[in-house]
């Protein structure tokens, strides 16, 4: 039962300040630039000539290279600027590695909205996924004046214990396959990816001392969201159950749900040009068509 849950898990979860220039330091790390927020050089990629502006956010230790190749390569260039970029302690957002903290979300949102303010944009859309739907939710919420549009899929603005139970089985990487293991191999190494996965579940459990139901990640603010919201949930996600999606649907106002029963957490991965094709569609026109 444990490699089963594993296996269908697993496979989804997936010194520079003297070298700073004007903010946005120019480099050649796989055609992407870095960008000086709060002490950290944080990268980005940056492909499309669209006044449209659009920022990828990563799940759990996610980049641009592990999370968002179809959508960085595929997604209308002509329509968008498609902006990916790996948070703080993550990917090439390094040093300094990910330090984990209970509002580690709300950090990264943060961050992103800084990210944005600093390449020049007033009003863009967000996609997130996983850790990154939590944190397009939270800066949705924090600055509603600067999202066009919201689409999210695989987050959750809760934990139940029964999730923390997932995340737990997962802790140890050993029980990975090679497939899915590597990708996160390749861009931190064999111990820091392992501490950085552990760290992550860690706090996680941590945010259960001391408490007997749910824990609560930003519930309360979902109300404050004022943006176009699309929900794409997979049926076979084995990492975020359905009623997270159903609970985002019923608080965000206005909101939008798309489920598919072929669909798992890595949905827009797995089915990238239908994704894609969504996604368009619902950043270009009233999403009331859809």
Sequence with gaps: ????????????????????????????????????????????????????????????????????????KKLNRKAFTIIGWDPRGYGQSRPPNKVFTTDFLQNDAEDAALLMKELGYEKYSLLGWSDGANVAAILSAKYPERVRKLVVWGGNSFITPEELEIYKKVRDVANWSPAMKQPMVDVYGEETFIKLWHDWVDIFVKMFKGKSGNVDLYMNELKKIKAQTLIVHGDKDAMVPKFQAEYLHKNIQGSRLVSWDDGKHNLHLKFADRFNALVEEFLSKDFSKL
Aim: charged share 15%; hydrophobic share 40%; proline share 4%.
């Design 1 to 72: 039962m444990l490699a089963s849950t594993l296996s269908k898990i697993c496979f989804t979860i997936c010194p520079l300040c003297s070298n700073r220039i004007s903010g946005v330091m120019k480099r050649n790390l796989h055609g992407g630039d870095k960008v000086f927020i709060n002490g950290v050089n944080m990268y980005f990629e940056k492909v499309g000539i669209g006044e449209h502006g659009l920022l990828l956010l990563p799940g759990a230790l996610g980049s641009t290279k592990t999370d968002f190749g179809p959508q960085l």
